[in-house]
């Protein structure tokens, strides 16, 4: 059988291995609660009436759920933008973007083109028109490669986005105007 001092021990032990554990998630004035309601219920010295029973801690309330992350996707076509170009150009490609409290994260791939690519960027328009360049984005300067890109939107541009308003576009050496471009639309809708 323990000692009193040694179940007050064992019982501060255990408080601190909780309050340890829960100070990952935990804020550390719950931690601090936490601590004192074990040491506080250890049982008293033998022979003392009223000998409380030790009680787990507390768990502090849990933070909320981050907002759910959004899904788009784009089809990179070529895009001609006179009847020469119609003939020269060539490729494709994909992009999936993510937007998250207003952070868009936009990845994807590209190949076949028949001139290397010298920028991307994020455009505005409705579907099928052309719009004003708003967002740079990280692109291979080759024939074929990656695009990147993490983009912070206001709440309007958030909105635009969702309403299907933004599409990404690769330009080229030989297609300076545009070489190939897809919406971002919501994979349902593709």
């Known amino acids: 059988m323990h000692s009193p001092k ?8 255990f408080a601190l291995a909780t309050a340890a554990a829960a100070a990952t998630t935990a804020p550390a004035a719950a931690v601090t609660a936490a601590v004192a309601a074990s040491v506080e219920a250890a049982p008293a ?44 150009t060539t490729g494709q490609g994909t992009v999936h973007a993510t937007l998250e ?8 791939q590209f190949e076949g083109l028949n001139s290397p690519v010298t920028v991307a960027h994020i455009h505005r328009a409705p579907k099928g028109l052309r719009g004003p360049s708003l967002f740079d984005l990280i692109v291979t300067k ?29 330009h080229s050496e030989l297609n300076n105007e545009g070489h190939l471009r897809g919406w971002l639309l919501k994979p349902q809708h593709r």
């Open 6 to 13: 040694s179940v007050l021990c064992l019982t501060a032990s």
């Open 142 to 170: 080759s024939e074929l490669g990656i695009v990147e890109g993490v983009v912070k939107l206001t709440p309007a541009q958030a909105e635009d986005l969702r309403k299907e308003q933004y599409y990404i576009q690769l």
């Open 45 to 88: 010295e033998e022979g003392q009436a009223g000998a409380a029973k030790p009680t787990a801690p507390q768990q502090a309330p849990r933070k909320p759920a981050p907002a759910k992350a959004e899904e788009f996707e784009a089809r990179l076509t070529p895009l001609p933008v006179d009847t020469v170009t119609v003939k020269t």
């Open 101 to 108: 409290d207003n952070t868009l994260v936009v990845s994807g």
